[in-house]
Each structure stands twice: as structure tokens, then as C-alpha cells.
């Protein structure tokens, strides 16, 4: 949701500081209070992104949350879903389940070309979910998502039937994302690395080109004809051009922001919203992630984490409530759940969080940590209570690796050595396909609570064919694997929510994680933006309503 | 003794040391470098005296305090008091630059020894080597080992001190030469000392004197690369209380917390104005007396 900047203005004029509040209003020659009339055509938006630089464009290659900022840009999927969670047309105009829910036929829109001219049908469907499932793709949150899908044929050219191996309770979910949009099956044939370098949708915007570490140029579709059901407007985009350009250092992308170099950033720190709440050139989009909550995984197969006791005194020794009160000054909201509260399946159960650190005490006195080294460190047959919590410093903006901190220094009251390693993203996935960690924070955004399955069933412990294995805590529980199995099969929602309440509650109470806060999704944007919005599917930003009020 | 070795020896002497001449005053920048040397020094070797604090104690709930009478320099974001993290900072600073220098410096007296030394061929070979290393910009040279061995401390410490070695060695080599082809050394050559004897008596006291300015100079850049690498992620790791960590945590909060920069700054810049101020003292000294 957008926060429209307070006026302090009137405040201004009554003490007397007219002249000085004219001066501010000089410089900001258009805030977003001024009258907004009609959308204006033209122009070119840079957008600055925080997140790492994507080494593909291409989402279906890996699959993370900086290849979907983009991609929405120039991709789109066969649905989508409006504001309340409801699954909405898109690419697929209508879809019916069979009755086992085995099959389900998706009709598709007939008046749909890939901005390269081959048209969009049901062979061209086919095509995507065979490049998703195709090992050589590498592809994981796709490849993970599609885990059902036995089949895929072409009906008719408007008609596609997906034929799954069992019912498939999250599939709409699934095939919102912006990981599985489709693809110009013509591009798709391509070598990967050409096809990484210039996607081609059917997007609004069309890539043009990238120059590494430096920007990504898009340009407008002219000939777009499909944008998703709750979009604003129809026809081709009101921008020209798009720049994206990648400023990692949060406090110069902001800098970039405030001197107008930038039009939009995202991965805003809490202090600059804080300011920026403030100020009358700059805007405010909160739109928190889907999927899982932010949290700290605790790696329960190997020591120390392997026991529970263990676990739940991490848990205890931990002071959240105020590293995220003092860090995130009200812009984030401590959260006891597995999942982002804009999931309406969440449970939440913050008992099970309470610092506590004199019963964190006890537990590791029962497990055996009963002893002390020189350093305040506990010890056990030799061996300390050391921590390894590598930190992917692409993925948290410095305010979440300062909660880290904070988390370390109250976990070393307790005994705890936690060894904090700052890894850029390549060394960061390497620490962790090679089980270097006990400790991680790693973002994972899906639409619905299957999210669940892929983080927490023992299937996911097997690594998707890009090698990243999403159950960082190595939970590895029969009766969860069975809540979770059972509710993925359940299309009935009660049901289903009762499933996934239940195998939420079990994953809570086995220690396994530390949740902080939602994934924090911030953007700021220059007040001459407008109709800026954020897609409710994974909360990426799309650019298509946008224009300048210039 | 010979006549000739006494000359030999007095001349020697001469050059090294001279008479005591008129005792120069003590400046004003001097006297304060000195002062703020000492407090350094101190600093860094009983930082509990002058700052009983833990610079690791977090409290959340007096975060991002600006300065006041409790917390002089203010607090960080996890309230910790950002005086404490300075003064318990100075002993990696220092100590960096002191150990880097020293690797710099041993380095660079074997180098400049070797080439000097030991003939056209092997000083023909050892500053080709040198120019090779002096393509790189030192830090770049820096970054290249890290970017091998892996961001920490040591490796900092090390990588520095590698970096500023070639311009140690170029120093020391024309030194060398120059100290070489004196009367007192000529007079030790034709009464037959060994090469190495020469080298030991002679030469090298010769040679080492004026680097003891550049060394006193030199930890001074020191400190400052190792701030750097530590400012980019590639030293200390947080929540280390380095300067140059400091300064990079405080940069993301320079707009609402200026404290958080700025006193780690000014004391990187005091550091290295004070061993400027007194390198260049005693090279005067040295010069005049």
C-alpha cells in the first residue's frame, strides 16, 4: 500500500517560515501533491535496484527475487492474483479442474504475440513448463514449483491441459509467479546464455539492452495487448523507457533518489523511509512479500542444532523484539510466524519466542554445554557452542545484518559463539550447498502456504538441479511431511487450512526456525511518479500504469 | 688499526651520527602529534584505562544516540558507545600499521639489499620485478591478495604490508648505491673487507637511518589502506570495533546519524596527520643536526 507524504506546509506558514517553505516547495517542483490529471504518454523512468545484479534475465534460469523485480517488466504469467488473494485471468483467460483435480484445461487468450512475433498458444505453454523442467535450464524455484506437473499437451491452440501426477491444491499459486511467466518458445531455442542476455515475453516493456554491472535498458511494447485483470489501464505502457540500474550501496541508491538521478529505488533502509515519510518530494510503497516470513533457519542436521534443546535456547537467547524495534524504527513488524502475514494461512505463535535467557541457560545445561572456556564460550567434550551464520550480504540491507549482530552479542551472554561470515551471493550459495552453516536468513518468496512444503518437507532437502536446496533447517519430521503432503493434495480450503495450521504448529514447536519480520519490501519514489503498484502476486513492482507527472 | 681503517671509521661514524648541534625547539604541531602519539599509544595498549566500556556491548534501546554527556561520541545502531569502539579500534590500527610497515620494510631491505648488492644481473632481474608490481596500484595489489587468501584481519595486515613493499625495496636499492660509492666505503673495499662485512658495518646502518622516517610515514599509510579494506569488507568483519568498519557501518546512516562516520573518520585522520607530523620532525632533525 502507498503512503502518501505528509504536507508540513500549513505548519510552515503559521510559524512563520513562509519564505523558507516556498524555497522547499521551489525545489520540488512537482510533489505528489500536487493536482494529478491524466495519465501523460513518454518519458524515460530509472529504476535502482538494491538487490544483486541477476546473472540471467531469464527467471526460469535459478529463480530468485532480483530476476523477478525485472522480469515482471517484459514477462508475464498465465495468472495472476488480485489484492484479497483471488487467482485472476491473465495469460489464460479461464481454467477448469477435473474433477480428481488431476487435469485441468486452461483456455488461453487469442490475440497474444511475443515481442519477437511468434504468437502465443497452448504449444507455446508447452514449451515453458518443458524449459522449467528440463535439468539443463537449472532451474530451482520453477523447476520446485512444477514438481507435479506429470504432463502438458496441447488441446487445441487455445487449450492447454496439464496433467499432474497427484491433486495439486497450489498449482494457480504456482503458475502466478514470475518465475514461470512464458516465454517466446522461438527465443527459448536459443543458446541459454543468449537467451539470459534478451528474454523475450510478452510483456509491456521489451528488453533491449544490458550492459553488465551498469543497467538494464527496456522500451516500451507498442503493440502490448495483455495486461493482467486488476491492471489500471489498456493498450502499450505510458513510459518510453525504462533504465535499471543496480546501486548496491543503500545509502548512494538513496542519495541517487533524493537528487533526482533515480526515479525509484527499492530495498529502501528504515531510516531513509523514515525521512522519506516525511518529505514532500518523495513517496512510500510498503508491500510486504508472500510466502515465507524473513527468519533465521537453524540447521538441524548436524550439531549443535541436531538437538532441540539446543534450538530452543537459540531461540530463547535471542533479543528480536528490540534489535527490530531499535533497527527498523517502525518500518518493520516483529513477526512469530513460518509465514508472511499477507498470507491468510498463517499462524502465528509468539509463546514460542519469548527471550528467555535463564531458561536458555538451563536447556544447554541439560544438553550436556555445561561447561565454560575462557572466552564466556560453552564447551561439550572439548568442543565449543560455535555457531557458523553466513550471511548473504545481497540479500539483507544493513539494517537486518545489524539484527544479526544484535543476536549475536545476546546469544553470547547464553554461551553461544556466533560466527558471523558477511558472503557475497555466489560464496554465500557455495557455503551452503556444502552444509557450511548451522545459522541462515535466506529470503524464499512464493505465492501460498505451499511455501511450507518447499522449506520444510524433507523432499526439499535434495537439491533442485541449480543445486539449491530450500529446506535450510534440514527438518526432516515424518508428520510433517505428511500435513504437508496431505494439504498440497487438499483443494478443499478449510481442509486445507486446517492441514497447514497444524503442520505450522509442529514446525514451530521443533525450534527449527527464528522468525524476524516480514520480507521487507520498501520502495521509494520521486513524487512525480505515478501509478507506480506493486504486483500482489510476489510484490514486485510493475511499471506498465506508471507515467510522470512532469 | 691501519691509519687509513681509522679514517675509514670516523668518516663512517660522521655520516651516521654527527655532533650534538644546537637543541631545536619543539613546535607546536609537534608537541601536540606527540601528545595525541602518546594517547594512541596508550589507547591501544590499555584501552580499558582511558575506556572501560565493552566496544562489543549492544543495547538496543540507546541506539543511534547522538553525542551527549553519557555517550561523548554518541551511540551506533545497536546502541553500542561509539568512544569505547574508537579507543579499543586504535590497538587494530596501529597494529596493522605497524605490522604492515614491518612486513613492508623487511621485505622491501632484502629486495633493495639483493638488487643493490649482488650485481648487475640479479638488480636487472629484482626491479624488472619490482616494475612489474609497480604497474598495480598498491591497493589493487592488496585487493588481488585478499581476493586469494580470503577477507580477515591477518590477511589485511599482510596484503598491506606486501603492497608497500616495491616501494620500499626502490628506495632502499638507491640508497644503497649511493651509500656504495662513499670514501668510507671505497676506504673499507681497499683494505679488504668481505662484501658482507661492508654490508653490515657500513653500509646498511647508512642506508636504514632515513628509513626510519619513511617508516614512521609509512604506518601511517598503512593505516589508512587497512581502513580502507576494512571500509570495503575486506579486513575486519563486523562487529570488530576497527575504524575503518566503523566508518562503513556509519556511511549507510550518514543522513540521520552523522556521529556514526565522523568520529571514526577524525580519528583516522588524526592517526595519520600525527605520523605524518612526526615523520617529517625527525627527518628535519636528522637533516640538520
Redesign the interface.
Known sequence: MRHPARTHRLLAATTGIVALGLLVAGCTPTGSNEPIGEPQDGGTLTYASGDAEPSCLDPHVGGNFPQALVSAQYLESLVSRDDAGQIIPWLAESWTPSGDALTWDFTLRDDVTFTDGTVFDAAAVQANIAHLQDPTTLSSTGYLALGKVASVEAVSPTVVRFTLSEPDSALLESLSQPWLAMESPTALERSQDENCASPVGTGPFIVESWVKQNAITLVRNDDYTSPPADAAHDGPAYLDEVIWRFIPDSASRYAALQSGEVDVIDNAQPDTIVQAEQSDSIDHLDSPRPGAANRIELNSGQAPFDDVRVREAFIRTANVDDAVSSLFQGTATRSYSALSSVEATAVSNAAVFDYDPAAAAELLDDAGWNETDADGYRVKDGVRLSVEFPVSTNQSIPAEQSVFEQIQATAKETGFEVKLAPLDLSSWYAALASNDYDAVSAPYTKVGPDVLRILYHSDSIVPAPSGYFANLAQVSDPEIDALLTTAARTTDADERRDLYTDAQNRILEGFYLLPLYDQQNHYLLRGDVVGLRTLPTVAVPTLYDAWLNR | MSDLEVQAELSDRAARSSQPGRPRRIGAAEGVAGVLALFLVVAAAWPQLLAPGDP???D??S??QPPTLAHGFGTD???RDIYTRILHGTQYSLLIGAAATAIGLGLGIVLGTLAGMLGRVVDFTVNRFLEVLFAFPGLLLALLIIVIYGPGVVTATIAVGLSTAPGYARIIRAQLISVRSTAFVEAATVLGRTRWQILLRHILPNTLAPLFVLATLGIGQAIVWAATLSYL?LGA???TAEWGAMLS?G???????WWMSFFPGLFIVLTIVTATVLGRSIDRRMRHA
Not at chain 2, 556511511?251 to 546519524?257: D, E, F, G, K, P
Open positions: 562489543l556491548g549492544i538496543p534501546l541506539a543511534f545502531e545497536s546502541g569488507g568483519e563486523p562487529p557501518a556511511r549507510t546512516y550518514i543522513t540521520s546519524a
